[in-house]
């Protein structure tokens, strides 16, 4: 099917009843389809623990949980708070508290307490589901948390001396007065079923609300995006707490009756070997990370051709933007193609490459079938054709936008401008229809009349030798009203010097034009980014050094 034909003749809300909880329909429904005795999710973790659950056992824990939350007074509309690495638990806890009508809220496990404290607070969570391990912190903020009732507690990595919710689970499951009296929530496809809070790059973060349709509304994405086929085994290595992985191994895969391969690597970086290993094991087909994993696999491809890769057949890039070479060594290493895309919290995802079109490298893809995107200027005037522009979802044909931010109304009406909402990405739309990445309308750099994307420079920066990573603001400058000043972590930060500082211009003149040159730059030892890995500008504009070495 072309491209044109799949875009008019697509209709997202044909896959939305009304009645609808996505608790239910991620695993009871399954159950009903003859996928019980299917595995769900094939689990492992740094240290060599493994489990599996069938899509019957874990809607049967699911259900179990949700029970415990109705016999504890947690009910319909509170929220439920998840500090839980990549374990089942996970997955037995946010479709519980869907199922008993309870708004989930995954937080990542790096968060420090104070990031926590915030999030506890700002949901008004009711109930928090826990690990022994990351008990200590909640237990730290509960007291300045009033509405936080219940700390249910996950033995994990080992058992201790804690009430594990585990309790709680068998001893519902073990009452039948309590089964027989329990029902799941009659929910709505357009009730809040869970908030996925941003990464803060810009302030503080808000809580994004999105409806219980979330699974079905991105239908469209989990077939011509991920390309998710009946059989596939599906896996993505970043944390739960990040809506990536919330989104694609969780809700995605699970509507589409898959089985999910769940890593916890324990606060381990990202170790290639053990992804090769499984791979191997499991039989991955089908894979989804950003485009720093793609990098460690790629810095370890000899490895790799040690191992049988032979299933990946489909692999999709978030989080960042996917640089062509990182595009091209995947396919040339592994003969995988990677199918990049572009959305927010509030909207994943409205551009990406898509199965029915070729793919170009370097380019965030199309617009999803049905999705009616124009690029604007700030005033949502239309732009000329080929000017960049912030990219804005008109929101009555996309069922998958949130509703709004957390008791935010004010924010809300920021973004949400009549019938769009305006994303803050700046894009440029080639004559051929595909869209290209150039930066936040927030990360712009504004200098001696020119608006620079600080990603261009930052693509061109990571392609020098001598560069590990790099990143991009303006700095204010009486002349220029701002100039370009990029941190550089080197690969040998012995290395740092103002002769290797005017290569480094040399090298991006050559390749970019002269006013998209850093004036300033500065070697750091690590340049600040979110949990779920973007970089945050707002640190890097209000610190004035990271390092002694400026140049």
Known sequence: MSYDRLWQSWDPWSFIPADYNLGLDLTTAQVAHGRGDQVVLLWENAAGRARSLSYRQLDELSTCFARVLAHCGVSRGARVLLRLP???????????????????????????TSELEYRLRDSEASAVVVTSSLLHAVEEVAPRCPALQHIFVVPYPDPGPVRPYADFVQACSDTTEQAAMWQPAATRHDDLAFLGYTSGTTGDSKGVAHYHRYPRAYEGQGRFWHDYRDGDVVACPSELGWLLPLATTFLYALCRGLTVVL?????????????FELFQRYRISNFTATPTAYRHLLAAAELGAEYDLSWWRHGVSCGEPLPAETFQGVQRHFRVTLFDGLGTTECPVYCSSLVPCPVRAGSCGRPGAATVIKLMDGDLRPVAEGAEGILCVRRVEHPGIMQGYWQKPEQTAEVFRGPWYVTGDVLRRDQDGYYWFQGRTDDLIKSAGYLISPFEIERCLDAHSAVAEAAVVGEDDLLRGQVIKAYI???NPEAASEQLADDIRAFVRGKLAPYKCPRRIEFAAAIPKTTSGKIRRVDLRTRPSLSDGTS
């Open 489 to 491: 972590v080197l690969r």
């Open 86 to 112: 990549n374990i089942p638990e996970f997955y037995v806890a946010a479709l519980g508290a869907a199922k008993n009508g309870c708004i989930f809220v995954p937080t990542s496990t790096q968060f420090r």
């Open 263 to 275: 890593y916890d690597s324990m606060g381990q970086p990202f170790a290639a070997r053990r992804w």
